[in-house]
């Protein structure tokens, strides 16, 4: 499996729970859908368009994001996020994506 547990919808609610009175960076709800939506539509019948999907990979700056992001996602789509991005992405593309998000931190302060 090439993403990790933060591509889970489940990573933030367990860094919330193990908060100890520490903040988690989450992004408004808004921002999530939206992102999600990008990352959906980002696949094309014919044509990906890789840059709305790098544009909105790179707008998540934790990996509390990321998971929240994927949660969001499974909502709207009934998919699994990383799946998804795995059924139309070369092994390339898929490794600039997992690299940026791999180097993220946690989100939690």
């Known amino acids: ?14 860094l919330i729970k193990s908060g100890q009175g520490k903040k988690v960076y989450l992004l408004p709800q808004a921002t999530a859908h939206n992102l999600a939506v990008r990352i959906y539509k980002a696949k094309g019948l014919f044509n990906d ?9 790179k ?17 709207l789509y009934k998919k699994d996020m990383a799946s998804y991005l795995q059924s139309f992405l ?20």
């Open 1 to 14: 499996q090439l993403f990790s547990d933060y591509t889970n919808p489940r990573y933030v609610t367990e």
């Open 49 to 57: 368009d890789e840059d709305a999907l790098y544009s909105a990979v």
């Open 59 to 75: 707008a998540l700056k934790y990996k509390s994001q990321v998971s929240q992001t994927a949660g969001k996602f499974l909502e």
């Open 90 to 109: 070369n092994d390339k593309e898929l490794n600039r994506i997992f690299d940026y998000w791999q180097n993220l931190p946690t989100g939690k302060i």
